[in-house]
């Protein structure tokens, strides 16, 4: 419970309209992981959540600095939350 609560509860509540977009994991997803232009860190996660965003041209809101320094130099649009 790194929620303060169980994780199935805290997802529960954060889908209440108006819920934030859930991406299914496509397969141009999947590639783009592989294929995330310059250098990007070998984080999965991080790389999964950054070609997630390009793909669908979301918008990142994030504190990870390694993600807004990629960004910084035009490969996803992020702001610092």
Known sequence: MYLGKPTSLWLEEALVDPAPAIEPITSRIAAETCELPDRFH???ADRMIVATARVTGAVLMTRDRRI???AAHGHLTAVAA
């Open 68 to 70: 807004l320094d990629y």
């Open 42 to 44: 070998t984080d999965p």
